[in-house]
């Protein structure tokens, strides 16, 4: 699948998280042949400049130098392990502006990056870097978590709901299997809530889903393995989650697209609740490629 994902931005904070992530978008630039952009963000201090003693406005800049000297030497420490190669980036401002400034200047396909924000303070005020990329970026992103072992994507799940944007799921999730030779499980939530059914109403809500899922039109001379199945759960999030980790999937195929501006702005409640819980990586497509 040469070409689906011509460039990769991995952003890193240099967290042991951010460092796991990196290993994801090495088996993404490898499966696709892809070039690699690594990005660093070094905060812009400016502001806290304009009404600072000379004295410690001169150490501020020192130390700003300092960082990105520092961020370089780790950067180009990194290119020199790889046997591929890895362009190199270092930025100063806000991480997520930055982060999807880079991608809109050099035509990125995918955003490699970890869940955790810079600090805690940061998260608690205003979201984590991954929120705020998620919200603003036109290219899918691809959410990692730490894990003690080496990323593989031989299994992907695709949740569906029946809606107009699943389509573009499973053309991504396609392409995704197709490049790692995976295979893949389009899954249906039967939400329950809290609401009791009989067994024989339960078997025939699943069974008129699973009949729906098969029904669907299948791509002409398919050559992987694409299964379907249903899941009893309280809803559609506690069910994907659960499910993934329990069949022990290698990643999630998800969009953010929603219906309305407030939606927008939270994620959709279901995708939101999912790439917080789940240790899944998560693949998740922007609105903008849902249309």
């Known amino acids: ?10 952003a890193t904070d240099f967290s042991d998280e951010s460092q796991e992530a990196f290993h994801s ?37 020192r130390r700003l ?22 362009r190199t980036v270092i930025k100063e401002g806000t991480a997520a502006k930055k982060i999807i400034e880079t991608v809109e200047e050099e035509g990125v396909d995918l955003i490699v990056m ?69 295979e893949l499980m389009l899954l249906y939530i039967l939400e329950l809530h809290d609401y009791e059914f009989p067994p024989r109403v339960l078997d025939k809500m699943f069974d008129a889903v699973m009949k729906r899922l098969k029904a669907r039109k299948k791509r002409e ?11 009893r759960a309280l809803n559609a999030a506690v069910g994907i989650v659960d499910y993934a980790e329990t069949h022990k999937f290698d990643m999630i195929v998800m969009s953010t697209c929603v219906h309305s501006r407030l939606e927008r702005f939270f994620l959709g409640s279901t995708t939101e609740k999912v790439i917080s819980y789940s240790h899944v990586p998560i693949f998740a497509i922007p609105p903008s490629k849902c249309v």
């Open 1 to 10: 699948m040469a070409g689906f994902l011509k460039k990769i931005l991995w």
């Open 25 to 61: 978008a090495e088996a993404f630039a490898k499966a696709f042949r892809s070039q690699l952009i690594a990005l660093h963000v070094v905060p812009d201090f400016s502001p806290a400049l304009y009404d600072t003693a000379a004295v410690v406005k001169g150490e501020l800049v």
């Open 65 to 86: 130098d300092f960082i990105k000297g520092d961020a370089q030497k780790k950067l180009d420490s990194m290119q020199k392990h790889r046997q591929s190669d890895l």
């Open 114 to 182: 970890g869940r955790r924000g810079l600090s805690a303070i940061e998260k608690l005020f205003i979201g984590s870097v991954a929120n705020q990329v998620l919200r603003t970026s036109p290219v899918p992103v691809l959410l990692t978590k730490k894990t003690s072992s080496r990323p593989r994507f031989k299994k992907i799940l695709v949740p569906t709901d029946f809606s107009s944007q699943e389509e573009v799921e499973r053309d991504y999730a396609w392409k995704l299997a197709k490049g790692f030779d995976s």
């Open 221 to 231: 001379k398919e050559d992987i393995k694409v299964v379907e199945d249903v899941y």
